[in-house]
Each structure stands twice: as C-alpha cells, then as structure tokens.
C-alpha cells in the first residue's frame, strides 16, 4: 500500500510529455474575441506602436506600417503631422474622417493598432512581433509558433519595465493584446524536470522499491 500511495502522489505532481497539450487554443473561451475587439475599440494608442490607416478606395492614402514616434505623432499623406498617442482608436479613426473630408466624399476610415511585443521562453519562434490588439495571448503565442512540449502554458508572464507580471487567468479570456504595451516582453516558463519526467521518474521509483523489497526479504 505504501508503494501503491507514492506512485499516485509522483503521479499528481506532474503528467508525462506525451500527455501535455501543446495548443492552448483550446484554453481560451469561444468569446474572447468578440471581448477584445470591444476593449480595443476603446484602447489608447501609445509610442511604439504601429498603425495602419486604411481609406476605403482610396491606397494612395492608405499606409500599412506607421511608427508612433517618441512625441506621440505619426505622418499621415495629405493630414501631415499628426498627435495619436493617449487618444482610443475609436478618437482617432473620427479625427481622420473628419480631416479626410476636405478632400474626399464621405470618407470611410479604419484604424488598426499594432504592439511590439517580444515572445520568449519556451515557444517554437521567439522573437519580435507587432501584434494587433484584437489579437487574444492565444494568438500571440500562436504567432511564435505556439508553446513547446517542454513549455509550461499555466506559467506565463509579462515582462514590463524590470518587473514580471503573472497571467494566471488567462486561459478564462484575459489578458488580450490591448493589455500588452509596446515593448512588453511575453515569456512562457518551462515545465519542471518532474513534470517532463514523471513517467521515468515512477519507473525509476518503482524499480528502485523493488530492489529494496527484494533485499529486505533476504
């Protein structure tokens, strides 16, 4: 019976590699997405990011990649210098319209928000990534190839300014890439030995106990 209670108790402190999901996209709810399109529409645009303005037929004043620059202005054809930092996406696509109207019909404008966000640790492509901040961390990590086998997804973090941020709760939908800031830094932690080895180390156990049962008898 003892030997029976501590192979249980390996058991429960880590799952084998072959067992452990390496998709998280199951984790997040099926709403996320539709919770962070609202939150982005209302999110402040800050220095570091990047944005994309989008005229409807019009990609002469169309621009894919602007940089907010370290004053929080951007360079918009035919607008010029432009503030956008501290303002929402929502604040600004109407700043556009409205300054777009001096020169077309019933401008039709759209404003997208990207982050530099750096993904480390354990995922297959680390590195840099301008996100979109409608993106879930689902999405996130699914851009730098998604979590390893080695990869503990219930151990990630933000790395802000020096200091680390837990995300916890973020297989219930949260955080989004609105939360993120330029600059962030995402860092999936690795699995314990134990918990990559757990069959090896119950193997290993159970042959040990053996051997002692076997000598003990003797």
């Known amino acids: 019976m003892p030997l029976l209670v501590f192979l249980v108790a ?15 996209s199951h984790a997040v709810g099926v709403d996320s997405a539709a919770i962070a399109a609202r939150r982005a529409a209302s999110v402040d645009i800050a220095v570091g990011d990047r944005i994309a303005v ?6 002469g004043l169309s621009d894919s990649a602007i940089v907010v620059d370290e004053r929080g202005d951007v360079v918009l054809a035919r607008v010029g210098t432009m503030r956008v930092a501290g303002h929402s996406i929502s604040d600004v696509q109407d700043s556009l319209r409205l300054r777009f109207s001096e020169y077309l019909r019933n401008p039709s404008v759209s404003v997208t928000v990207y982050r530099r966000v750096g993904v480390q640790g354990e995922v297959r492509k680390p590195g840099l990534y301008y996100v979109d901040v409608t993106m879930t961390l689902r999405e996130v990590l699914a851009l730098a190839g998604g979590v390893t086998e080695n990869g503990n997804a ?34 999936v932690a690795s699995r314990s030995w134990l918990s990559r080895n757990a069959l090896a180390a119950v193997s290993t156990a159970g042959l040990v106990i053996s051997v002692l049962l076997s000598v003990l008898k003797k």
């Open 54 to 59: 989008k005229i409807w037929r019009e990609p």
């Open 154 to 187: 219930s151990n990630i973090a933000i790395v802000r300014d020096g200091h680390t941020v837990p995300l916890g709760a973020w297989r219930r939908g949260g955080p989004m890439s609105a939360d993120l800031r330029s600059g962030d830094q995402v860092v």
């Open 10 to 24: 390996l058991l429960a402190i880590g799952r084998p590699v072959g067992a452990q999901p390496t998709d998280t």
